[in-house]
């Protein structure tokens, strides 16, 4: 069973610029979240999605977006990205709410 | 505000010896927990949880112990091996409401030859 897939694994982008970072996740799990993790902070939650529908979203600027697709695959946005943005994004799937999340191995996203 | 606690930023231990980490939680709407552990370049990969039913739960030589009273738990981990070198989240949710994991900041174990 093919693990949580996340591409790019690695990109650089300068400030104001937006990205697009890709999830796709373990055939049959249908919730994706997201969660940013900087040195010191930890894992901070973006936002939760299941069934094409944003379930939870976390305190990040509307910069963040996300969307999920009928085939379960996700993809978050950030816009006009600024320095501290910079941070390993990590996506992650479940069954369903309240299972333990899978991970990816993260896109690492640096902001010149 | 940090929901999730985990004081120690980093923990040396000697192999073979006990390695103890600490999580301590706000939120009394909490009763589902959990441990990642993640490792340089890879994703956090679960380890074990814990229902607030129970006080303790044993997974070979990962042990979770509850204390709700005192809204903290701990991993041990016995006997420490060279492997278990890597960062460990504490992770909690509430189950009966529609509500994310809630991570804290996680520790950096280092096991000592």
């Known amino acids: 069973k093919a693990g949580v897939t996340q591409t790019p694994r690695y990109l650089i982008k300068t400030r104001g610029q937006q990205v697009t970072l890709s999830c796709s996740p373990i055939?049959?799990?249908?919730?994706v979240s997201w969660y940013q993790q900087t040195p010191g902070q930890g894992l901070q939650f973006l936002f939760e999605?299941?069934?094409?529908?944003?379930?939870n979203k976390g305190n990040f600027p509307g910069r963040f977006s996300g969307r999920q697709f009928s085939n379960s695959r996700s993809e978050m946005n950030v816009s006009t990205l600024e320095l501290g943005d910079s941070a390993l994004y990590l996506c992650?799937?479940?069954?369903?709410?309240?299972?333990?999340?899978?991970f990816g191995a993260g896109s690492r996203l640096t902001v010149l | 505000d940090q929901q999730v606690k985990q004081n120690s930023p980093s923990l040396s231990v000697q192999e073979g010896r006990i390695s103890i980490l600490n999580c301590d939680y706000t939120?009394?709407?909490?009763?589902?927990f959990l441990w990642y552990k993640k490792y340089p370049a890879e994703g956090p990969t679960f380890l074990i949880s814990?229902?607030?039913?129970?006080d303790k739960n044993e997974d070979g030589r990962f042990t979770v112990f509850l204390n709700k009273s005192a809204k903290h738990l701990s991993l041990h981990i016995v006997p420490s091996q060279p492997g278990d070198s890597a960062v460990y989240f504490c992770?909690?949710?509430?189950?009966?409401?529609?509500?994310?994991?809630?991570f804290g900041k996680g520790t950096r174990l280092h096991i000592l030859p």
């Open positions: 814990i229902s607030s039913i129970k």
């Open positions: 055939s049959g799990h249908r919730s």
């Open positions: 999605y299941f069934s094409e529908t944003q379930r």
């Open positions: 992650a799937s479940s069954l369903g709410q309240g299972n333990v999340l899978t």
């Open positions: 939120n009394s709407m909490f009763d589902y």
């Open positions: 992770a909690a949710k509430a189950m009966n409401r529609d509500d994310k994991i809630i």
